[in-house]
C-alpha cells in the first residue's frame, strides 16, 4: 500500500513538473548573427536585476507556512552556475561574486562600493580578461514571472543574443521556478550552438 502511494505521489509530481514546464514560453533573438555562440567557453554572470513579487514578499512577512522562501540575486546566481555543471554544457560559468574579486585584485578597486554608473563602466573595461561573453538576467515579477537573458561578447560588449522565458502562472516566484528557467536557457544555448 505504500509502494502504491509513493509511486501515485511520484506521479502527480512529475505530471505537475511537466505541465508547469509546458506552459512557459520562450523566445530567443539572435542579434549578431556573425558570433559563433561555440566560441564561449567561459561565461561571466553578471548580478541580475531582480525583485521579489509583492506576493512573496507579503506572505513572508506574514510568515505563511507555505509561503515560498524569498529569492535573492545570490541564489539565482549559484542556480545558474549549478546548473551549467547539472546540465554539462561544457562551459565554465563565473558568478558576479567571483569577477567581482578578480576586478578588486587587478584594479584595487571594490566594484561594489561604486555606483551604478561607474560600477558598469568598470565591469565593461575590466570582464575581457575574465570571461568570453557574460549574461545580464533581469526577472520580472508582475502579472506574469519571467527571466530575460541577455548575453554580451566580452570583448566589446556588443549585444550577441537575448532570451526570454514567461511563466504561464501568474505567480510562481521561487528557486524551483527559476532553476526550471535556467535549464531552459542553457537548453537553448546548447540548441542555438547546433545551428
Request: net charge neutral; proline share 2%; glycine share 2%.
Amino acid at each position: 500500500m505504500k509502494k502504491s502511494i509513493f509511486i501515485v505521489s511520484l506521479l502527480a509530481m512529475m505530471l505537475f513538473s511537466i505541465a508547469t514546464a509546458f506552459a512557459a514560453t520562450e523566445k530567443t533573438t539572435v542579434i549578431d548573427e556573425n558570433y559563433d555562440l561555440k566560441s564561449i567557453k567561459t561565461l561571466a554572470i553578471a548580478t541580475p536585476y531582480y525583485k521579489p513579487s509583492a506576493l512573496s514578499v507579503y506572505l513572508n512577512e506574514n510568515n505563511r507556512p507555505n509561503a515560498p522562501k524569498l529569492v535573492t540575486t545570490d541564489m539565482i546566481v549559484q542556480a545558474a552556475v549549478d546548473v551549467a555543471k547539472e546540465d554539462g554544457t561544457g562551459i565554465n560559468v563565473l558568478s558576479d561574486k567571483q569577477i567581482n574579486s578578480a576586478i578588486l585584485n587587478s584594479t584595487g578597486t571594490d566594484i561594489t562600493t561604486l555606483d551604478k554608473v561607474n560600477a558598469k563602466k568598470l565591469y565593461k573595461d575590466n570582464i575581457k580578461n575574465y570571461a568570453d561573453a557574460y549574461v545580464v538576467f533581469t526577472f520580472s515579477n508582475d502579472s506574469f514571472v519571467s527571466m530575460t537573458a541577455d548575453i554580451y561578447n566580452a570583448k566589446d560588449n556588443s549585444w550577441i543574443l537575448s532570451y526570454r522565458i514567461v511563466n504561464g502562472k501568474t505567480e510562481n516566484d521561487t528557486i524551483e521556478n527559476y532553476n526550471m528557467f535556467m535549464h531552459k536557457f542553457y537548453r537553448m544555448l546548447t540548441l542555438t550552438n547546433e545551428k
